[in-house]
Nanobody
Framework: QVQLVESGGGLVQAGGSLRLSCAAS????????MGWFRQAPGKEREFVAV??????DYADSVKGRFTISRDDYGNTIFLQMNSLKLEDTAVYYC????????????????WGQGTQVTVSS
């Protein structure tokens, strides 16, 4: 069993930065590929970024602005978000990958409860 807790969300002006964290209890995260997803009001949850043993990958909408990383112990992953835009406003979730394509929500099993990111003009 894995428990995930996101933190670091908040209100930020467009162009600003935030750093999200996802702390895990239970099995060590470095055994898993880990992803960040987000869900904006009235929209479906969408893929943002993933990190595995080989490297990282990002949604086109955040590429060059967001960076996913993990700490040396593998118990925490991060999402550094720079040059934030209004359209980045959403609840952000971290999740552990089970099987299947990284971009698919159904490929992940354990999820945190999310942290709200609001970007204002």
């Amino acid at each position: 069993q894995v428990q995930l807790v996101e933190s670091g969300g908040g209100l930020v002006q467009a162009g600003g930065s935030l750093r999200l964290s996802c702390a895990a209890s239970g099995r060590i995260l470095r055994m898993y590929a880990m992803g960040w997803f987000r869900q904006a009001p009235g929209k479906e949850r969408e893929f943002v970024a993933v990190i595995d043993r080989s490297g990282t990958d990002y949604a086109d909408s955040v590429k060059g602005r967001f960076t996913i990383s993990r700490d040396d112990y593998g118990n925490t992953i991060f999402l550094q978000m720079n040059s934030l835009k209004l359209e980045d406003t959403a609840v952000y979730y971290c999740a552990t990958h089970r099987s299947g394509g990284y971009f698919r929500e159904g490929s992940y099993d354990y999820w945190g409860q999310g942290t709200q990111v609001t970007v204002s003009s």
